[in-house]
């Protein structure tokens, strides 16, 4: 099984809809990260989150909210979706200073 | 902006032979990591190479950091098909700022059979 798993892994969706990001992990790690990815370039933070206590914003989380649940559990929400959040998504969680990284959501904006 | 740029963009090489890519940043780190990623696929931890060192070797892969000039290098020797992939190099803090890791816009790596 997956150490880290992400839900859905494909949405499509319109433009002002509430959309959220599931994230689990089995992995026991306290730092987890959501990252965006577009086409042809690297990865982009959105927030991270020490532990159930502590989040912090990334370099572009406007647009984006998240929740830690638990350990295991951190979400992203899209508020209200516009399409240039059109992208792909990446939860990871850290050990040390190496990042594990889930599958990734494929997200589409109307 | 971003923290890493890569070079090349996109490079396509016959299997056997040996793929480098560059990477060069901007600030001082703490460390440098490679990572791999299959078409729409999460990333996969390569290598991590810590602002003291200047080298090192995991089997067909070596990394140098040459933290004067700010880049690093992976190299990819005896290359095979299954290689093909997008390469990313991230920039590291230290533990204690978050691991926060800042990536560059990676190498398109294509090996042909």
């Known amino acids: 099984d997956a150490d880290v798993t992400q839900t859905p892994r494909n949405r499509i969706t319109k433009t002002g809809k509430r959309i959220m990001l599931e994230c689990s992990q089995t992995?026991?790690?306290?730092?987890m990260y959501w990252y965006r990815q577009d086409p042809g370039l690297g990865l982009r933070l959105i927030y991270y989150s020490f532990d159930v206590k502590d989040i912090n914003k990334g370099e572009i989380s406007d647009g984006y909210s998240v929740s830690r649940q638990a350990q295991a559990k951190f979400s992203l929400s899209l508020e209200s979706a516009i399409p240039n959040q059109t992208a792909l998504y990446f939860c990871?969680?850290?050990?040390?200073?190496?990042?594990?990284f889930g599958p990734g959501t494929r997200l589409t904006v109307l | 902006s971003q923290q890493g740029e890569e070079d090349p963009q996109a490079l396509s090489i016959q299997e056997g032979e040996n793929a480098t890519m560059n990477c060069s940043y901007k600030t001082s780190i703490n460390n440098l990591q490679w990572y791999r990623q299959n078409s729409g696929r999460g990333l996969v931890h390569l290598i991590l190479i810590r602002s003291n060192e200047r080298e090192k070797h995991s089997g067909r892969l070596r990394v140098t950091l040459d933290t004067s000039k700010k880049s690093s290098s992976l190299l990819i020797t005896a290359s095979r098909a299954a290689d093909t992939a997008s390469y990313f190099c991230a920039t590291g803090g230290a533990v204690v700022s978050g691991s926060r890791l800042t990536f560059g816009e990676g190498t398109q790596l294509t090996v042909n059979p």
């Open positions: 990871a969680t850290a050990w040390g200073n190496e990042q594990f």
């Open positions: 992995k026991g790690h306290d730092r």
